[in-house]
């Protein structure tokens, strides 16, 4: 049966959300894109990690007829949504090289009955000959709707993950031209862009670009001291409810990572490593027991990035210097998916930089190196600049943001301004001196009257500028570079090697027209007031005794299912219903994240837990919890009369005229899968149908009591418990008779 039985197409999208994913209202850019797939358009989106991407894709999917195909680079991303999606009783499957051939034949068959809306694959597997015959198949029996690629910056070579494999998608345009594409990623410069729109031949789109401002994350800069362990043991020791709260460690190297895990563990800290050295094995089991809440933390170098999907990681460190700010950006931005507060600290030292020199080094093309050296500049400037870490992320995407941003260190915690205008004249002169030839690290070798064998063979000993910045300190002077670079009064070129330029601004400092003042005092780390730009507002002792209860159902009952605890509710609904305590089945439904499948399966269950703890604490205690539907009840919606769609009574028009079902199928030129889906409903909404004339009574009766025995959630069960002579067909219709009969 087609979940998408329960909306009807006409209805609002707003009801719809409702329905399917339990929200009351869309994010972003989030309607104005699934309107437009909705008109069959194509779209491409670029959009934050934890914005929302998938949902403009997945409730498309369930207001349309035909199957949606989602294109997706990561196995472990595919399991993670479709588990999702099957657990607010959506059909969705995926197809992978961890199924057995037996699986995936029973995958097929229950895509070309109509039994699912989402299918999942590699970019790999698309463009087999196996699949895209059954490409065909889909075609012609169900119908697809949508192409949705998932990861697009995959296409492009200018993307920061460029996979070959994704070039292979311009294919689907050109033998399924009227399919509409949706293109998703969560970084893509505007190069990028318009490389992913060429690249996959996307028709006239529409690119939406949603802020990159994750407002609920707290950036930091910690400098590093000579014991950088003890540092990040205390990060970890004083966050909020460290015995719960998930968090990220990131490493360099596989021996940081290592040394990071085996001391936590020491400490009695439950971490796990993760990094290429691993088997494909040990990586999977950790990974897994992360996102199942086994343990807090993992322990990781880059290789852990991608796809993860855990959305209460409430915060993640890197403990060693990040490549570069697009790495940055998407690093640490698996925290917080959920929309709660959480915090991203770099642990900065200048024996990271060092590290990362080398590795560059080691590079064998001089553009790459010269790509690389820019990109470490950017990290660098990052870290030791004083301006708002916002401003400086968002800039580097092209985003223009109004500092202060009230939720980074430098905003809520600024070092001390000072005048350095002489400096900065010292500083632009000696540029203009060495011709504006050079970078940073030579102008102040010169200012501090270095006598390096690069000064002397250019004679830059003789100039006037010389030695007259012997008062500072290097680090002094590279602090004013940067500072002057982000105020505006000194470029740096950006083709890879880094040169100082003067611009018209310049003039104005060496002309003494105006003063320079910076910040100078390096910071002194102390608890950060982070104030977490969030809706949701700091829980009480008791309320927070309640979201610890809450968790630790919310686990078992993940661990009953084996599925990862975010799977049966957020935390950031768990908080809601700390908040307001929801005992009843109107209450609970309004909380946000719960739709009628997840007010079926657990409203009964957590609104006891909070009588319960109502009771203790002696609080209001709500008695009636008659009203809740069982989980059989709702766990797949029987169609009403007010959901029919104009295309099915057209159907049952023509069956009340004495048509046949093949008739039909030849009268409307649809298939008659789709003929038999329209009477199924029909049945369903309570319309006339003589199931005799459909099924034989002998067969009905076979199809019957395998539904009593299974039940009537799985086509493919019945069918299983039926034998191979019964076809879908006819268990769908007489599963629709039995679904009418049952909800009366």
């Not at 009227?178 to 969560?186: H, K, R, S, V």
């Not at 897994?288 to 343990?295: A, C, E, P, Q, Y």
Request: charged letters at 25%.
């Amino acid at each position: 049966m087609s979940t998408s039985a329960t909306v009807n197409q006409n209805a609002s999208l707003e009801g719809a959300l409702k329905h399917f994913f339990g929200h009351d209202q869309f994010r972003f850019d989030q309607r104005p894109i699934i309107e437009r797939v909705l008109k069959n358009k194509d779209v491409l989106v670029i959009m934050p990690t934890g914005g929302g991407k998938s949902l403009c894709y997945q409730l498309p999917a369930l207001l349309r007829s035909g199957l949606t195909i989602v294109i997706s680079p990561l196995i472990a991303l595919m399991q993670d949504q479709v588990t999702a999606l099957q657990d607010n009783g959506i059909g969705a499957t995926f197809l992978n090289s961890t199924l057995t051939f037996e699986q995936v034949k029973t995958r097929q068959d229950a895509i070309l009955s109509g039994d699912i809306k989402l299918l999942y694959i590699a970019p790999e597997r698309l463009f087999t000959a196996a699949f895209t015959n059954f490409l065909e198949q889909i075609s012609q029996k169900v119908g697809i709707s949508t192409f949705a690629i998932d990861e697009a910056h995959c296409v492009s070579e200018w993307g920061h993950d460029f996979r070959p494999e994704y070039r292979q998608l311009f294919q689907l345009k050109q033998r399924y031209p009227q399919i509409p594409i949706i293109a998703l990623t969560a970084t893509a410069t505007e190069r990028v862009r318009s490389d992913i729109a060429q690249q996959l031949r996307l028709a006239d789109p529409h690119i939406y670009v949603s802020s990159f401002n994750r407002q609920n994350l707290y950036y930091e800069v910690v400098q590093k001291t000579k014991k950088p362990y003890a540092q990040l043991l205390e990060k970890i020791k004083h966050h909020q409810n460290t015995d719960e709260d998930s968090g990220i460690i990131y490493c360099l190297s596989r021996k940081h990572v290592n040394e990071v895990t085996g001391k936590l563990q020491q400490e009695g800290i439950k971490a796990l490593p993760y990094h290429a050295g691993l088997s494909s094995e040990v990586r999977e089991t950790n990974q897994n027991k992360f996102i199942r809440d086994d343990i807090q933390i993992i322990v990781a170098t880059i290789a852990f990035g991608m796809g993860i999907n855990k959305p209460d990681v409430r915060f993640v460190i890197h403990y060693d210097l990040p490549r570069n700010l697009e790495s940055y950006y998407q690093e640490a931005g698996r925290a917080g998916r959920d929309g709660e507060a959480a915090k991203c600290t770099i642990l900065f030292g200048w024996g990271d930089v060092h590290t990362v020199k080398f590795l560059i080094n080691q590079k064998s093309d001089p553009g790459e190196q010269r790509i690389a050296q820019q990109q470490l500049n950017q990290i660098i400037n990052y870290t030791e600049s004083p301006v708002c870490r916002r401003k400086i992320q968002l800039g580097y995407f092209g985003e223009a943001f109004t500092a202060p941003c009230d939720n980074c260190d430098n905003c809520l915690n600024p070092a001390p301004i000072e005048d350095w205008t002489i400096e900065a004249q010292k500083f632009l002169s000696c540029v203009y001196r060495c011709d504006q030839r050079f970078g940073m690290n030579h102008i102040i070798d010169v200012l501090r009257g270095s006598k390096k064998k690069k000064i002397l063979e250019l004679k830059h000993e003789q100039l006037s500028t010389h030695g007259i910045g012997k008062d500072r300190t290097a680090e002094e002077w590279r602090m004013l570079c940067r500072a002057l670079i982000y105020q505006s009064y000194l470029d740096e070129t950006t083709d890879g090697y880094s040169v100082l330029k003067l611009n018209k601004d310049s003039n104005q400092i060496l002309k003494k027209l105006v003063h320079v003042e910076i910040p100078v005092a390096q910071r002194i780390e102390k608890p950060s007031n982070t104030k977490q730009k969030t809706e949701n507002s700091a829980l009480t002792d008791k309320e927070q005794i309640l979201m610890k209860s809450l968790k630790q159902l919310r686990k078992q009952l993940a661990d009953e299912q084996s599925v990862p605890p975010y799977i049966v509710f957020s935390d950031a609904s768990l908080r809601q219903m700390a908040q307001n305590r929801p005992q009843a089945p109107e209450s609970f439904s309004k909380i946000s994240g719960v739709g009628n499948r997840k007010l079926a399966q657990y409203g009964k269950v957590f609104t006891q837990a909070i009588r319960d703890f109502c009771k203790e604490h002696e609080l209001e205690v709500t008695d009636n919890q008659a009203s809740f539907p069982s989980p059989t009840e709702l766990a797949r919606q029987v169609t009403s009369k007010a959901d029919i769609t104009s295309t099915q009574m057209k159907t049952y028009e023509l069956y009340k005229s004495g048509l046949s079902l093949p008739d039909i199928s030849l009268k409307r030129n649809i298939r008659l899968s789709t003929v038999n889906g329209h009477i199924a409903k029909l049945i369903e909404a309570g319309h006339e149908v003589d199931i005799n004339k459909l099924v034989d009574i002998d067969r009905q009766a076979v199809i019957r009591a395998a539904i009593s025995k299974v039940g009537a959630q799985s086509l493919r069960e019945i069918r299983e418990e039926t034998g191979d002579t019964y076809d879908y067909q006819e268990i769908t219709l007489v599963r629709a008779s039995w679904d009418a009969a049952h909800s009366k």
